[in-house]
């Protein structure tokens, strides 16, 4: 539908072509973008730019989220502060860590890491807490080691809420990977954008955009279907 109100607005001339290109055209200037390698280029730095800062943010809150799910005291103490840390968006993050890191691909991975982050140290917190405290005692009875309790009850009745933690945490670090780019970057899809509206080569724009939704849309899209394979057994088909 939004197509065919984007044909019509281009085809009867709503408005000028330089503000709203025609989807053939946009279509044109894609397929050009593809052929020449251009979109690979571009996206391959973008997708490796959030592959390393995702790790590393998701790495970081899974460790900060087990540490305050098993901990009340850790909990107790970091919470607060890291509820604050939390409230300032990833975006803002960016003019001091301009200061101290420059605008190479140091800043970008920071920003990125940061955007994954928060939601998965609260959801794997959220989760570990939320394991039946009778499972656990059933570890116990069994005369599981604490390293046994946790990786054989704790982290697989936690699996769901770290899951959620992962896919938004991807979420987060694709869009803080798209703002940092328009903001500090030579390269990648974010640039794509910043260069076409700086051309006012709108048709580039749009391209981008596209690229943009798609990318990300097929991340979110695998790590469901991730999900839904390693908890099949919680529909009985392992």
Known sequence: ????????????????????????????????????????????MSLRRVVYGFLFGAMAGLSLGMAMGLSRTVDDYVRPLFLAFAQIPTLGWIPLLMLIFGIGEALKIIVIAKGALVPMTLNTAAGIRSVPANYVEVGRALRFSRLQTLRLIVLPGAAHSIFTGVRYGLTHSWTALVGVELLASSEGLGYLLVWGRQMFWLDVVIVAMIVIGIVGFVMDKGFDLAESYLQRWKRGEA
């Open 1 to 44: 539908m939004l197509v065919l109100y984007w044909w019509l607005a281009s085809s009867r001339g709503w408005l000028p072509e330089q503000i709203l290109p025609s989807p053939a055209y946009v279509y044109t200037t894609a397929v050009e973008m593809i052929v020449s390698g251009e979109i690979a280029y571009h996206a391959g």
